[in-house]
């Protein structure tokens, strides 16, 4: 092969590489006007991969478009041939919180919730594509501000909230853009299962007016700009979600 032949390939890797790089950033500053769906998943459902899917070819369609899919993998396949090294009880419980919320009578997978206000199956690209013409009408008008600092393997976030509804606490997420796994047991043997915008850690902040600092470690072998920041508010008691902020960790 020609030298001039691989610099030309070299210089096309590099661009793909910053392209997919530049694709993954999510730039939904202190936004009442947004889509945020919470996605419950797991590695060992053999109906999730469709969903997985769906949402990440929604967050590339609307990715400029205050459109955000966060994916939490719950624990509750774990027994069933294949651990997923993403789940997390917390997960589990997060969509437990929802459960009750819904007036659901168990939990599944894949769920999508919508800005807290409404869930169905994650893999219904007709009724995600109307959620989001429906969601984006809807504002509010509390404020949320969100910081992110690095030190080492240790991000500190600074959330700062103004006019919140009654009952509002702030969730801040730190969110591992991209994952691929090859699923070696259970439902999904054989199959490469790529991820987008995995929660590796959540909080809840009892919000007030006010600032209040969150600490996370990344997980091993992650640097921050695999990683991102998104923070929300939520009504406690209604899981309606009135403002999303996102910020990347350099």
Not at 123 to 128: H, L, N, W
Not at 158 to 184: D, E, Y
Request: overall charge positive; some cysteine; hydrophobic content about 40%.
């Amino acid at each position: 092969m020609k030298r001039s032949t691989i610099v030309g390939l070299l210089a096309f890797t590099l661009i793909m590489i910053e392209s997919l790089f530049v694709d993954a950033q999510y730039n939904i500053n202190n936004s009442n006007n947004f889509t945020l769906f919470e996605l419950f998943t797991s590695e060992g459902c053999s109906s999730c991969p469709a969903a997985d899917k769906t949402l990440a070819d929604i967050q590339q369609q609307y990715k400029n478009k205050n459109v955000l899919i966060l994916a939490y993998h719950v624990d509750y396949w774990n027994s069933l041939g294949w651990k997923d090294a993403f789940s997390t009880e917390s997960n589990t419980q997060r969509q437990e919180y929802y459960s009750q919320i819904f007036k659901l009578n168990s939990n599944y997978t894949p769920q999508v919730v919508v800005n807290g206000r409404k869930q169905f199956i994650g893999s219904d690209r007709p009724k995600i594509l109307n959620a989001i013409s429906e969601q984006n009408t809807d504002i509010t008008h509390c404020r949320l501000e969100v910081n992110a600092v690095i030190k080492r393997n240790n991000v500190s976030v600074t959330t700062k909230t103004a006019n919140l509804p009654a009952g509002s606490i702030v969730i801040v997420c730190l969110v591992q853009k991209q994952a691929t796994t090859k699923v070696k047991a259970g439902e999904n043997t054989g199959r490469m299962l790529q991820h987008t915008n995995v929660v590796r850690d959540f909080v809840s902040v009892n919000a007030g007016n006010n600032i209040q600092t969150t600490n996370f470690v990344l997980p091993n072998g992650l640097s921050g700009h695999e990683m991102f920041i998104a923070a929300f508010i939520q009504n406690k008691r209604t899981g309606v979600i009135t403002a999303l902020n996102t910020k990347e960790i350099n």
